[in-house]
């Protein structure tokens, strides 16, 4: 088993920063990728970013220059710099475990709670 747990949404006007954190806890890896996805209202549960446990990270294009993800390995902890925030960012943001296969992010089926990002216009 797996827990997760995010930390760090809020409300943040357009164009704002925030910073994401998501502790992880039992049957992890240091080895394991670890990926930050979003869900809005009405839309499907998608991949923001992801890293390797050698912090190569991939984005999601939408957020490429704006978002950085980083991890902490020794901490079992993982990141989601947000900057100049837009209203689309709005969303429930799910920190996740998986593994990196031929480049390709793959999740396991272990989630937290989410933490609620609202971007103000």
């Known amino acids: 088993q797996v827990q997760l747990v995010e930390s760090g949404g809020g409300l943040v006007q357009a164009g704002g920063s925030l910073r994401l954190s998501c502790a992880a806890s039992?049957?992890?890896?240091?080895?394991?990728?670890m990926g930050w996805y979003r869900q809005a209202p009405g839309k499907q549960r998608g991949l923001v970013a992801a890293?390797?446990?050698?912090?190569?990270?991939n984005y999601a294009d939408s957020v490429k220059g704006r978002f950085t993800i980083t991890r902490d390995n020794a901490k079992n902890m993982v990141y989601l710099q947000m900057h100049s925030t837009k209203p689309e960012d709005t969303a429930v943001y799910y920190c996740?475990?998986?593994?990196?296969?031929?480049?390709?992010?793959?999740?396991?089926?272990?989630w937290g709670q989410g933490t609620q990002v609202t971007v103000s216009s």
């Open positions: 890293i390797t446990s050698g912090h190569f990270a």
């Open positions: 996740n475990v998986g593994v990196y296969d031929s480049g390709t992010y793959y999740s396991f089926d272990y």
């Open positions: 039992g049957s992890i890896s240091s080895s394991n990728a």
